[in-house]
């Protein structure tokens, strides 16, 4: 079994940028789709991006496209999400998780959360206008 760690988060301005990692444990990455999902006060939790186990294929939601980054380092057993340009509507707890099955071609939608299997406990991210 896997456990996923994120971390990262924090408060920062509007404009600003984060860096947040997930890292793993229990087994390797390798061969499995990642992705990134965050869950806003008082709302449901929504897909962010995610990547295609190659690393060649990357997905995004439309309200952090050409602002936010996934990549992976399966050496490291760690996948990242850079978010730059913040918004104070980025504001919610990130999740990471590992889709299911390994080496799979492509995930029906790589934005359905049953499409993952494994996630992370989450981190913070406030963006403060």
């Known amino acids: 079994q896997v456990q996923l760690v994120e971390s990262g988060g924090g408060l920062v301005q509007a404009g600003g940028s984060l860096r947040l990692s997930c890292a793993a444990s229990g087994r390797t990455l390798s061969g499995y789709a990642m992705g990134w999902f965050r869950q806003a006060p008082g709302k449901g939790r929504e897909f962010v991006a995610a990547?295609?186990?190659?690393?060649?294929?990357?997905y995004y939601a439309d309200s952090v496209q050409g602002r936010f980054t996934i990549s992976r380092d399966d050496a490291k057993n760690t996948v990242y999400l850079e978010m730059n340009s913040l918004k104070p509507e980025d504001t919610a707890v990130y999740y990471c998780a590992t889709a299911r099955g390994r080496f799979r071609p492509v995930l029906v939608d790589y934005g359905l959360q049953r499409e993952y299997n494994y996630w992370g406990q989450g981190t913070q991210v406030t963006v403060s206008s």
């Open positions: 990547m295609h186990w190659t690393g060649g294929g990357t």
